[in-house]
């Protein structure tokens, strides 16, 4: 047992779990979105970020085409593709891909994780991962404005 359950006085177990991608989160007028259309692990901030960039995306794709079944296609369009990959992505090349290199190297036995794997070595990893996952802080700070500050759009389109 890792030392840092050792020394705890209560432990509490909360299940994780993520899906499989489905091929779209449109049907009709309907849309997917958040964790109903991509439930993933909350590592790395990845499923409250994902749903708020869900957001951000079906709105401006409903100030684009109104409020209709065109915009939820072009928000699927946009997202499902690139939210499944790092769905995948992150059950391997995530955070608990970093898991997966500790528990290789020592079984999850360690007195101090820097032993294990130098601190370098894992910001280069997570680095990587927030690359390629979109939230490193110059890939997000670099992201233009896609919703006009003030738009509406009324519910008749």
């Known amino acids: ?3 840092l359950l050792r020394g705890a006085e209560t432990a509490f177990e909360n299940r994780m779990i993520d899906r499989d991608p489905i091929p779209t989160w449109q049907d009709g007028n309907v849309a997917l ?4 259309a991509h439930a993933m692990y ?3 901030s990845n499923d409250a970020t994902q749903a708020t960039v869900d957001g ?3 709105a401006a794709k409903i100030l684009e085409h109104g409020v209709n079944a065109e915009a939820l296609a072009a928000y699927d369009q946009e997202l499902c593709g690139p939210v499944s990959e790092l769905v995948l992505r992150n059950r391997r090349a995530g955070p608990f891909g970093l898991l997966n290199i500790v528990d290789e190297r020592c079984g999850g036995m360690f007195d101090s994780i ?3 794997i130098p601190q370098a070595e894992h910001a280069a990893f997570m680095a990587g991962y927030k690359a390629a996952a979109g939230f490193a802080v110059e890939t997000l700070n670099a992201v233009p404005t896609i919703i006009e500050k003030g738009l509406r759009v009324s519910a008749s389109g």
């Open 1 to 3: 047992m890792p030392t």
């Open 114 to 116: 820097d032993g294990v």
């Open 42 to 44: 909350p590592a790395g």
């Open 33 to 36: 979105l958040g964790d109903a």
């Open 56 to 58: 951000r995306v079906l």
